[in-house]
């Protein structure tokens, strides 16, 4: 009796030594890498790697340091233009992803209804899922082919909504593929109602980020003109070499580090100030390993290596609304 009490304090106490012990997570670059590898997606660049949009900007910024270079003569000058000329490519592909996720946003509630049809209409949940491919709209049909095509090669409903989750890159796609995998997995019978109220509040939300986007364009367009009308100015002013040697001496280096400090930090302050609540991928931790094995192969959706299962049995619809927004009772009857 002596001995098993040891033996269960032991357990105890290396389960307690073990909980405390900090969880391995992703080295920076890799946390990095991941996280732009998803803005690329996002903006429909997904063929452009992290490593390439890299080399992009720095030879994007080397080549305005060497034309501000000729004009001025000046190092300093052609310091701080590489500097504005390497975030540019960065810039481009923020401005992309957020157009595009607009413009996803209005088609939402489309999918949802096409797909409460395909319901309706009896088909199986891959069935019309795959139908979005040939009824939905023409900018997502390419994403839903593919996994028509995946799910008929690898017969894994879950496996191929993770790889159209991690194509699509959308939080709002998250939101409905986790619906579908619990109507999938857990059963009910109000997935018709569940699709319907769901289809009404993205419509709703994407209505009323419009309005706000569309007022707090004139906010971030100004801190934006702010911040660019100095630097044209001086660049400008470059063209006369007497007005610029200045920038060559020590004073003048620590001049174009305090403006362009400072012309960041107002910039950054009047973003945070005026920015709308950002939409965040929140079931993105059920796509873990995928996303950590690399990026996703849009042109063909690659299989996950080692994906097997045996054709889908029949799916039942879900009651409640999990994750996906307001609970189907909210709504009228079917």
Request: positive net charge; glycine residues 10%.
């Amino acid at each position: 009796m002596g001995i098993f009490i040891g033996l269960l304090f032991g357990l105890g106490l290396f389960l307690i030594v073990m909980s405390g012990r900090p969880r391995a997570r992703a080295s920076a670059p890799a946390r990095w890498r991941a996280e732009m590898r998803e803005r690329l997606t996002q903006a429909g660049m997904s063929a452009v790697s992290p490593e390439q949009l890299l080399l992009i900007s720095f030879f994007a910024g080397l080549v305005a340091a060497v034309a501000v270079l000729i004009i001025s003569g000046t190092w300093a000058l052609a310091a701080s233009f590489f500097l504005f000329a390497a975030a540019l490519p960065r810039t481009v592909v923020e401005r992309r992803r957020r157009s595009r996720v607009r413009e996803l946003r209005e088609l939402w509630p489309d999918v949802v209804d096409n797909l409460a049809s395909a319901v309706r209409a009896g088909l199986a949940l891959p069935e019309g899922l795959a139908s979005i491919g040939v009824r939905g709209p023409a900018q997502l049909r390419p994403a839903f082919v593919r996994f028509g095509e995946d799910y008929r090669a690898t017969g894994s409903f879950s496996d191929s909504l993770d790889r159209l989750a991690a194509a699509l890159a959308d939080p709002v796609a998250d939101r409905i593929i986790e619906s579908l995998r619990m109507a999938r997995e857990v059963g009910g019978t109000d997935l018709g109602r569940l699709l319907r109220t769901l289809s009404a509040f993205l419509r709703e939300d994407a209505r009323t980020r419009a309005e706000l986007e569309t007022r707090q364009g004139w906010t971030v367009n100004a801190a934006r003109l702010a911040l660019a009308a100095p630097w044209v100015v001086l660049l400008l002013l470059s063209t006369r070499g007497s007005t610029v040697q200045a920038y060559d001496s020590a004073t003048g280096v620590l001049v174009l580090l305090a403006g362009g400090a400072l012309s960041v930090l107002a910039y950054v302050i009047m973003r945070r100030i005026g920015r709308l609540p950002r939409e965040e991928r929140v079931l993105r931790r059920a796509h873990g390993e995928l996303n950590a094995a690399g990026p996703p192969d849009v042109a063909g959706l690659g299989r996950a290596p080692g994906a097997t299962g045996g054709p889908a049995g029949p799916i039942g619809p879900i009651g409640p609304a999990g994750p996906v927004g307001p609970s189907p009772a909210s709504a009228g009857p079917a």
